[in-house]
């Protein structure tokens, strides 16, 4: 899922709907895309643990998207899909799955 959250993310940045110096604020919950309810990544569960302790402060979407992918950093990608709308996510992955069938 983090590649097709990547190519979102440049989509956005080309179309100018986002900058990747824009500043991101880094916390730690997030309402499920599947019911709704409030939840909390846990950071031993996450391969990458330094972002944790920036909640409060802000990272860019440059940042966090080099996280995500050289660190596969769950918190960097939650963040990044916040600020992208999951629904523009789904629907680049949902064409990247289809030029691949």
């Known amino acids: 899922m983090k590649v097709p959250v990547m190519v979102e993310l440049f989509h956005q940045v080309k179309e100018g709907k986002v900058r990747l110096s824009d500043p991101v604020a880094i916390?730690?919950?997030?309402?499920?895309?599947?019911?709704?309810?409030?939840?909390?990544l846990d950071p031993a569960d996450d391969s990458e643990v330094e972002l944790y302790k920036a909640e409060g402060q802000t990272r860019t979407p440059s940042q966090l998207c080099e996280w995500m992918?050289?660190?596969?950093?769950?918190?960097?990608?939650?963040?990044?899909?916040e600020k992208l709308g999951v629904e523009n996510v789904r629907a680049t992955a949902r064409l990247l799955?289809?030029?691949?069938?």
């Open 27 to 40: 916390h730690n919950q997030f309402h499920s895309i599947a019911d709704g309810s409030v939840y909390k």
């Open 69 to 81: 992918i050289a660190a596969c950093s769950n918190l960097a990608t939650n963040l990044i899909i």
């Open 97 to 101: 799955y289809q030029a691949i069938e």
